[in-house]
């Protein structure tokens, strides 16, 4: 008897939520994401290797950025946009063979941060030496760091929404000590998936929670502590739906697509400039909004016994990341 060929799971059963994207990430993105990976489903092709191919993209798109033609630059910027696509390919396809794990997200996040290096520092070159404005030089420093903040703190809020409101399923962030307690076992997987652990999602983990503990830290800690339900899950998305719109635009997909539609009309000054004041703005808003969303979810948990009173509660044990 002819075994049954796998057959790929639907769209949207596939996707984390369309709460924590932008809407071009859940209309254009990863719908193309899907399209590829049900062409490669049934092949031997893996989510890692899917992660690699998003790599050789944005190592492509790199060198382009530096060719610096009006030719190279609309191929700087598709490639830049392709790499986007494969980086959301990957994740669904694992979630697709049931093949999702800490060690694919560290890859995951180690290509992020490969792409990123060959992609924004090499257009940024271009668009240095094709105006010289020194102007520009000046901004592409602070742009590019506090681009950085916004992906992390975008990536804990995300992963703690999901955490918190899909009860099936669940996000896939963690802790500095559940990531350290990673690094050894991360041997086993090979030289590269223990680097990427502990030299990539390490660091990152950690400079992360230091961020949300100056910005919000009621957000950081005991947030595993809070048994999740239908009640608590209500709380969360009734305070945090709103702030998780907005960073959701200051997320890596906005980046990726904005920075490559305005690669391919070589005008990535008008990219730095809505990166470093149309996307802080926006930052801005949703940072304040979190921090006022966080305090009252804490204080509906409080009311409903989720978590203990203030005056009874360690400072160590507050959370809505819950």
């Known amino acids: 008897m002819q075994a049954k060929k796998p057959t790929l799971p639907p769209f949207r059963s596939l996707l984390k939520s369309t709460?924590?994207?932008?809407?071009?990430?859940?209309?254009?993105?990863?719908?193309?994401?899907?399209?590829?990976?049900?062409?490669?489903?049934?092949?031997?092709?893996?989510?890692?290797?899917?992660?690699?191919?998003?790599?050789?993209?944005?190592?492509?798109?790199?060198?382009f950025f530096l060719s610096g033609t009006p030719t190279a630059m609309i191929a700087a910027g598709a490639l830049l946009w392709t790499a986007a696509i494969l980086d959301g390919a990957d994740g669904i396809l694992a979630r697709a063979k049931g093949q999702a794990?800490?060690?694919?997200?560290?890859?995951?996040?180690?290509?992020?941060?490969?792409?990123?290096?060959?992609?924004?520092?090499?257009?940024?070159?271009?668009?240095?030496?094709?105006?010289?404005?020194?102007?520009?030089?000046?901004?592409?420093?602070?742009?590019?760091?506090?681009?950085?903040?916004?992906?992390?703190?975008?990536?804990f809020y995300k992963e703690n929404y999901l955490r918190r409101t899909r009860l099936d399923r669940g996000g896939e962030g963690e802790d500095p000590e559940q990531v350290a307690r990673l690094v050894e076992?991360?041997?086993?997987?090979?030289?590269?998936?223990?680097?990427?652990?502990?030299?990539?999602?390490?660091?990152?983990?950690?400079?992360?929670?230091?961020?949300?503990?100056?910005?919000?830290?009621?957000?950081?800690?005991?947030?595993?502590?809070?048994?999740?339900?239908?009640?608590?899950?209500?709380?969360y998305r009734r305070h945090n739906q709103g702030p998780m719109r907005l960073w959701a635009i200051v997320s890596l997909a906005p980046h990726s697509y904005l920075m490559a539609i305005c690669a391919m009309c070589d005008r990535l000054d008008v990219y730095l400039y809505l990166r470093?004041?149309?996307?802080?703005?926006?930052?801005?808003?949703?940072?304040?909004?979190?921090?006022?969303?966080?305090?009252?979810?804490?204080?509906?948990?409080?009311?409903?016994?989720?978590l203990p009173p203030e005056d009874s509660a360690p400072s160590e044990t507050l959370a809505t990341g819950v």
């Open 19 to 63: 709460e924590v994207e932008d809407p071009v990430n859940i209309c254009v993105h990863r719908p193309l994401a899907y399209a590829f990976v049900w062409s490669i489903f049934r092949t031997p092709i893996t989510p890692n290797g899917v992660t690699l191919m998003a790599i050789l993209a944005g190592l492509a798109s790199g060198a």
């Open 101 to 155: 794990s800490q060690f694919g997200r560290a890859l995951d996040g180690a290509a992020d941060v490969i792409v990123a290096v060959a992609t924004v520092f090499p257009a940024f070159a271009h668009l240095y030496f094709k105006d010289q404005n020194t102007t520009h030089l000046w901004l592409m420093g602070p742009a590019i760091g506090l681009t950085a903040v916004h992906l992390w703190l975008y990536d």
């Open 185 to 235: 076992s991360a041997k086993a997987k090979g030289a590269i998936t223990h680097f990427a652990v502990k030299h990539v999602l390490l660091p990152y983990v950690q400079t992360q929670q230091k961020i949300i503990r100056l910005l919000d830290p009621l957000a950081v800690v005991g947030r595993n502590d809070v048994a999740r339900n239908e009640k608590t899950a209500a709380i």
């Open 276 to 306: 470093l004041f149309g996307m802080n703005a926006i930052f801005l808003v949703a940072a304040l909004w979190q921090r006022r969303a966080t305090r009252a979810t804490v204080d509906d948990l409080r009311d409903i016994g989720a």
